[in-house]
């Protein structure tokens, strides 16, 4: 049977996972990372046609929020030197089941992008914030791992529902 699985709330954390620094009050908006598979286009002299094939690397990934207002404690992670973890809790609704599932998202890059909205007095402030250099990911739901990369460990660091999906890969290279 079929269902809707629906997030209906978050939480955000910079730098750490405590209760106390949620900025659950002020997030307005969050999007995840963006898994894209880095591709060449090939035309061959006596194709018929084109063809665009996967290199098995994907994109830099790329992760921003949007807070309400000027966020004093956020704002200094600016250009820090030092790699933070941004942490997103969610809840996942099941529509159907009526069941909530926690979702889980661990980001750990710098922040690249801090950009405060033009004031008007009805729409107040909001605060863009964008991270790069993201050398990790990993995404739980219900506790079970659906994405992880780790660019220090390569084509081994790159796992879809806890799988390595290079691991032969990884170990022609030596790496596992």
């Known amino acids: 049977m079929s269902t809707l699985f629906i997030m209906d709330a978050a939480n955000l954390f910079v730098g750490d996972d405590d209760p106390t620094k949620g900025e659950y009050l002020a997030l307005k908006s969050v999007k995840l990372p963006d898994l894209k598979e880095i591709t060449k286009e090939h035309q061959g002299g006596g194709a018929g046609m084109g063809l665009s094939f996967g290199l098995r690397i994907i994109e830099k990934p790329e992760f921003s929020f949007k807070l309400e207002g000027i966020n004093l404690r956020t704002m200094t992670k600016f250009m820090p030197g030092v790699p933070t973890n941004y942490t997103v809790r969610g809840n996942v609704r099941d529509l159907k089941n009526l069941t909530n599932i926690p979702a889980l998202a661990v980001v750990r890059g710098k922040m690249q992008s801090m950009s405060m909205s033009e004031f008007s007095r009805d729409a107040g402030i909001e605060s863009d914030y ?32 806890g799988q390595p999906i290079f691991s032969q890969v990884a170990t022609n290279l030596g790496l596992i």
């Open 130 to 161: 964008m991270i790069g250099e993201i050398t990790s990911y990993i995404l739980t739901i219900g506790g079970v791992e659906k994405y992880a990369l780790d660019y220090f460990s390569g084509v081994a660091g790159i796992r879809v529902d």
